[in-house]
């Protein structure tokens, strides 16, 4: 967990959260597409290794232009997600800043397949960030659509769970999941930047806006 203090003494003391789940299914076995093929290494590189990466890429850029966030942005690498979200939940129980005042959470899993569009899941419960997603998605110039992996297949649902405005940036599903075969090679390095600035720049909106848009609202 890394935090970066928000520039605003008052607003400072709200949260954005950024997470991303940096286990994978290390060996295979039951948790693999392919269990037959246990023993054989699944290094992960979309999933979650990609999410990882933009995670930090969002901190170093942050870190060196604080003014553009009141508010505070707290960076989360979390475990345990393949296994059923241990470690987000673990969070969303023991947070470093209180839940009450976590404005927003941003969950970046499987971003590496991106080739010029994105899927958004999460605005369907807080359908108010949908502005907010269209114009960081215009600085980001990339394509966004609804979807995502479905409720409760990753790190977003722990705080949407409890009324936290979530939303999980996703570049879909591969012959390569949960396979030996999600490698580094495979990984569409320009477009997972562009996921991580659509990903900036929606911490930054929500970060600076005076009323973030509450769970449920329109």
Same mark, same amino acid.
């Given at each position: ?130 502005? +907010?997603?269209?114009?960081? #998605? %215009?600085? @980001? ?9 479905? !409720?409760? =297949?990753? &790190? ?31 990984? +569409?390095?320009?477009?997972? #930047? %562009?996921? @991580? ?9 929500? !970060?600076? =806006?005076? &009323? ?7």
């Amino acid at each position: 967990i890394g935090i970066l203090d928000g520039s605003d003494d008052l607003r400072g003391r709200e949260a954005v959260v950024l997470g991303a789940h940096y286990d994978h299914v290390g060996l295979g076995g039951r948790l693999s597409s392919v269990p037959e093929r246990a023993g054989e290494i699944h290094n992960g590189a979309d999933d979650n290794a990609s999410g990882v990466a933009a995670l930090i890429e969002i901190a170093r850029s942050a870190a060196t232009d604080r003014a553009r966030f009141p508010r505070s942005l707290v960076f989360v690498a979390f475990a345990g997600e393949e296994r059923g979200l241990l470690g987000s939940r673990h969070y969303a129980s023991a947070p470093v800043m209180p839940l009450a005042d976590t404005v927003m959470m941003v969950n970046l899993d499987m971003i590496g397949r991106s080739h010029g569009r994105v899927e958004v899941g999460g605005l369907a419960t807080t359908p108010a960030l949908q502005a +907010d997603v269209d114009a960081a #998605a %215009r600085i @980001a110039d990339i394509k966004v659509s609804r979807g995502g992996p479905g !409720a409760g =297949r990753s &790190d977003d649902s722990s705080f949407s769970d409890r009324r936290v405005p979530a939303l999980h940036f996703f570049t879909g599903f591969h012959d390569d999941y949960h396979r030996p075969g999600d490698d580094w090679n495979l990984i +569409d390095a320009q477009g997972t #930047a %562009r996921v @991580a600035t659509l990903a900036l720049e929606m911490a930054a909106r929500i !970060a600076t =806006r005076q &009323d973030p848009p509450q769970f449920g609202a329109r």
